[in-house]
Each structure stands twice: as structure tokens, then as C-alpha cells.
């Protein structure tokens, strides 16, 4: 069984394009990962629900917005909101992570200018710009500047700009 699986692995490529983001209000998002995270926007649709995909009963909608990175394969992040019926918003703003949360980490080039962008925008900060050492895969100091912050639903998100 498992030289079955190791086969399969070694003949299967899987690139993971897009990570989709539940938010509450679609146009809020896309100005933040527009304006302040730098992407663009490269779709835009309202598309009803087949019940087989995306949870949520055959004929709901759903609006998705996919803002896209300079990359054109990966760094996509799709933006979805239930619009009929809506979502009910969770009861309070996150803080801090847990299971089943994600973190997004990304490259910036200058962490200083986000961090004053993130502030001019209103958002929750986890921590401002601040220096970071650790262990690289192949073992060499990484040197970064890091700043942590929430995006307008919560959704934890680590920039680096590495030095």
C-alpha cells in the first residue's frame, strides 16, 4: 500500500493556486487586499450553488472575488460571500489563532510602508514591524522584518520582508 501511495505521489502534480476566504463583505475585502496588500483584481462574478461544490443548498449565491498576485499561477486569493442567503457574522472579532484558522504568510518588500498603510487603514495589528532570526530549511540564519496583522475578517496574516 504504501509503494502504491509513493508511486502515485511521484506521477501526481498538485499546485495549490488559490486559497479561498469566506468573508462578509466582498467589497471591503477586495479594497484591503487591493490597496493595502498590493493585488489586483482578475475575477468578479455572482454564481449560483450547485449543492455538490462549495457548501450551501442548490440555487443559493454566492459572489467570488479572485484578486491575483504578480505571479500568474499562484498567490490568487479568492474572496466569496454568501449573498443569498447571507452568512450570519461571527459574534466577535478574532483574535489570536486556533484549529482550523489559517495563516497567511507573505513577502513583502517593505515592511515599513505596510505597516503604515495597515495603520492608515484601521487595521488590527498583532505586532508592528520588528526583527526576526531563525533557522532557514537549508539551515542558514533567515533574517527578516516581520509585521503581523488581522485582514478585515479576522483571517491572520505574517508579512516578511527578508534582509
Given at each position: 500500500?504504501?509503494?502504491?501511495?509513493?508511486?502515485?505521489?511521484?506521477?501526481?502534480?498538485?499546485?495549490?493556486?488559490?486559497?479561498?476566504?469566506?468573508?462578509r463583505?466582498?467589497?471591503?475585502s477586495?479594497?484591503?487586499?487591493?490597496e493595502?496588500?498590493?493585488?489586483s483584481?482578475?475575477?468578479?462574478?455572482?454564481?449560483?450553488?450547485?449543492?455538490?461544490g462549495?457548501?450551501?443548498?442548490?440555487?443559493?449565491?454566492?459572489?467570488?472575488?479572485?484578486?491575483?498576485?504578480e505571479?500568474?499561477v499562484?498567490g490568487?486569493?479568492?474572496?466569496m460571500?454568501?449573498?443569498?442567503?447571507?452568512l450570519?457574522?461571527?459574534?466577535?472579532?478574532?483574535?489570536g489563532v486556533?484549529?482550523?484558522?489559517?495563516?497567511f504568510?507573505?513577502q513583502?518588500?517593505?515592511?515599513?510602508?505596510?505597516?503604515?498603510r495597515?495603520?492608515?487603514?484601521?487595521?488590527?495589528?498583532h505586532a508592528?514591524?520588528?526583527?526576526?532570526?531563525?533557522?532557514?530549511?537549508?539551515?542558514?540564519?533567515?533574517?527578516?522584518?516581520?509585521?503581523?496583522?488581522?485582514?478585515p475578517?479576522?483571517?491572520?496574516?505574517?508579512?516578511?520582508?527578508?534582509?
Amino acid at each position: 500500500m504504501r509503494r502504491d501511495l509513493t508511486e502515485w505521489m511521484r506521477h501526481m502534480m498538485n499546485i495549490f493556486k488559490r486559497t479561498t476566504l469566506v468573508v462578509r463583505d466582498v467589497e471591503r475585502s477586495r479594497r484591503f487586499y487591493e490597496e493595502i496588500m498590493g493585488l489586483s483584481l482578475w475575477y468578479d462574478r455572482e454564481l449560483p450553488l450547485s449543492g455538490q461544490g462549495v457548501p450551501g443548498k442548490p440555487g443559493d449565491r454566492v459572489r467570488l472575488v479572485i484578486m491575483k498576485a504578480e505571479d500568474p499561477v499562484i498567490g490568487m486569493v479568492g474572496l466569496m460571500q454568501y449573498t443569498d442567503p447571507p452568512l450570519p457574522a461571527p459574534p466577535e472579532p478574532r483574535s489570536g489563532v486556533g484549529i482550523g484558522d489559517i495563516v497567511f504568510v507573505v513577502q513583502t518588500d517593505d515592511a515599513d510602508e505596510l505597516y503604515r498603510r495597515l495603520q492608515a487603514w484601521g487595521a488590527v495589528m498583532h505586532a508592528p514591524p520588528h526583527l526576526m532570526e531563525l533557522p532557514g530549511a537549508d539551515g542558514d540564519t533567515v533574517r527578516m522584518t516581520s509585521v503581523t496583522f488581522y485582514d478585515p475578517d479576522g483571517y491572520f496574516i505574517e508579512a516578511n520582508q527578508r534582509h
